[in-house]
DNA sequence: CTTGTACCCTGACCGC
DNA sequence: TGCGGTCAGGGTACAA
């Protein structure tokens, strides 16, 4: 799925178009897309609802309703979004799981390949728990690099693996997680508690680095990803090791490896990640 | 508590 | 052209 700085990207997109829209109707065309409820019941609770407000906590992207109800929005690896007056391209849109027919007369599409991702309404004490559940959100300023530091405390997880899981630090996917390693000079497969401060620190801004730069790019399309519309970001060009096995490191010139860790490739360099 | 594995799903790609 | 294996920006339910 898109990372934070993906999500990012389609929260931007998303959220002029929504804000002060009604919801005329639902219509699920892939109904386990629907996680929390059956989609005749999210539906009779969509309608005639107002979205107040697009934010972003992590990787979740959240639809804040007027009844003080949150739809929550998972991409996973494959969720896209198109708003328009008309079906998107069946060229890009070809798995469209869902449309929300809006009061401007447009509709808002989501499409899905593999169905991975969904929706879920809570209740907002419902998603208080979740978020409660959530590592820091990276590029607010409380997180500082003693906050990581805190987090990574103990953890004998490879640092690669802690990075990626969300309650540890929110919005750091597989890309990012390489990516920002590399920046760091920070080998993979070292244990998260035993980096010096030092380490954490330059840990600490890689990880804001790299998601502000692909922020700016408007995200990285490696493969699947698109913002809303099918627009493609930029940041793949500027990616130093995601995809570049065998590759000449852009710092020392060493090859780089891919290694498998919890069943995901990691990529770096051996020459100057320690 | 931790860590690893299987699984959800479809499609693209590679070697035979 | 087909077939099987592998892999994919994610996350969860289990078992050990």
């Known amino acids: 799925m898109p990372e934070l700085p993906e ?20 219509r699920i065309a ?25 934010d ?35 060229a890009e849109f070809r798995h469209i799981a869902a449309r929300f027919e809006l009061d401007d007369a447009r509709t808002l599409f989501y499409d899905d390949v593999r169905r991975l991702g969904g929706f879920q309404l809570l209740e907002a004490e419902e998603w208080a728990g979740v978020e409660a559940g959530l590592g820091p959100e990276p590029l ?6 003693a906050r990581l530091g805190q987090r990574l405390r103990g953890r004998r997880a490879p640092i690669k693996n802690a990075l990626l899981n969300q309650g540890r630090v929110a919005g750091v996917g597989n890309i990012y997680a390489s990516e920002a390693l590399h920046r760091a000079r920070i ?10 401060a030092a380490e954490v620190g330059r840990l600490h801004r890689a990880i804001r680095r790299v998601l502000r730069g692909a922020i700016a790019s408007a995200g990285t399309t490696f493969r699947d990803y698109r913002a809303v519309n099918g627009r493609s970001g930029r940041f793949q060009n500027v990616l130093r090791v995601y995809g570049k096995e065998d590759e000449a490191c852009g710092r020392c010139g060493t090859a780089i490896v ?5 069943g995901r490739s990691s990529f770096f360099c051996p020459g100057c990640q320690s």
């Open 7 to 26: 999500v990012e990207t389609i929260r931007r997109d998303l959220a002029p178009e929504l804000t002060g829209r009604t919801i005329l109707r639902t």
């Open 30 to 54: 892939k109904p386990d897309i629907v996680l929390n409820m059956s989609p005749r019941s999210l539906s009779r609770r969509l309608r005639g609802r107002r979205f107040d407000a697009v």
């Open 56 to 90: 972003r906590r992590g990787k979740y992207l959240l639809l804040r309703l007027d009844d003080g109800r949150v739809l929550q929005v998972q991409l996973r690896m494959t969720g896209r979004f198109a708003i328009g007056d008309r079906e998107p391209d069946e």
């Open 140 to 145: 607010e300023p409380s997180f500082t690099a």
């Open 187 to 196: 080998d993979p497969r070292r244990p998260a508690g035993d980096m010096d």
């Open 258 to 262: 891919r290694v498998v860790q919890a």
